[in-house]
């Protein structure tokens, strides 16, 4: 998980040796990791989507503040959040498997 923390801090700014924030982009790592595995309905992710991983923890980490806002107002400004992973991220993923049958 070394480099894709590494990647992480390089995408987000953070000096690598800087270890202040580890404990909370581990946990973004963690929560991109689960939701793409959910929403691809996998057990393991291949390793050629651990960038796409880490891109999917970068906007996770970016967006905390708004988690749940679908349309944000202030004055004159609005903006309208996505909900779900973002279209761009769920485009470079595989697309999701569907199980038949009963276990």
Known sequence: MSELMD????????????????D???????????????????????????????DYAVYLYKNRDSVGLITK???ERSATYETGIPTSIRLA???????VGTD
């Open 73 to 75: 107002q202030e004055g």
């Open 24 to 54: 909370i982009l581990i946990h973004y790592l963690n929560k991109a990791r689960s939701n793409i595995l959910g929403y691809c309905n996998v057990v393991t992710l291949p390793v050629e989507y651990d960038d796409v991983m880490v």
């Open 7 to 22: 990647l992480m801090k390089r995408l987000l700014g953070i000096e690598p040796t800087d270890i202040s924030k580890d």
């Open 93 to 99: 993923l595989p697309l999701p498997k569907i199980k």
